[in-house]
Antibody, heavy 118, light 107 residues
């Protein structure tokens, strides 16, 4: 059974860098699929942040591209998100996901709440 | 970016009702459309991908249709566990984008 689990600080100060990791179990990242990050501000809708392939190929949302870095560590079967220069507008639940493919829908982690505040 | 517009934004329905939610893309996305269900405090759950393919483990009361710019999600007989917010997502062109959500409430 494939499972994804986000981890990282729940509180980040303004102007600092938000760092989250998604640990994948039950499936090898190297086997395929794109792996992505999505966020949801409190009471609002979903925003796709970006995704990565096991080879390291990445796609980012242009609205966040200047501040986002997604990386993968196949040896640990995990991938990570870094979002720099955060403000209160980056306060959200952050989800990691195995993205949709030709033969299956996406699979999401439970999400982790990150608050940007001093 | 491709804009995804869902309608209605919310609806009230009774147990046993047939419910249809519409999602319209601002440009053609072939059949690269997914539907999700989200309950309060929970992660979105995949229901449908490729516009009409049912995710493994999802009951057959959920169905999807459409291609190009217009898509629908249908729940054939609404049950108490189906009251939630539903989102569509296009994955034809980066950046992937979501609809604003449709909240299905109890009448």
């Amino acid at each position: 059974q494939v499972q994804l689990q986000e981890s990282g600080p729940g509180l980040v100060k303004p102007s600092e860098t938000l760092s989250l990791t998604c640990a994948v179990s039950g499936y090898s990242i190297s086997s395929g699929h794109y792996w992505g990050w999505i966020r949801q501000p409190p009471g609002k809708g979903l925003e796709w942040i970006g995704s990565i392939y096991h080879s390291g190929s990445t796609y980012y949302n242009p609205s966040l591209k200047s501040r986002v870095t997604i990386s993968v560590d196949t040896s640990k079967n995990q991938f990570s998100l870094k979002l720099s220069s955060v403000t209160a507008a980056d306060t959200a639940v952050y989800y990691c996901a195995r993205e949709v493919s030709y033969d299956s829908g996406s699979l999401w982690g439970q999400g982790t709440m990150v608050t940007v505040s001093s | 970016d491709i804009q995804m517009t869902q309608s209605p934004s919310s609806l009230s329905a009774s147990v046993g009702d047939r419910v249809t939610i519409t999602c319209r893309a601002s440009q053609g996305i072939r059949n690269y459309l997914a539907w999700f269900q989200q309950k309060p405090g929970k992660a979105p759950k995949s229901l449908i991908y490729a516009a009409s393919s049912l995710q493994s483990g999802v009951p057959s009361k959920f169905s999807g249709s459409g291609s190009g710019t217009d898509f629908t999600l249908t729940i054939s007989s609404l049950q108490p566990e189906d009251f939630a917010t539903y989102y569509c997502q296009q994955y034809n062109s980066y950046p992937w984008t979501f609809g604003q959500g449709t909240k299905v409430e109890i009448k």
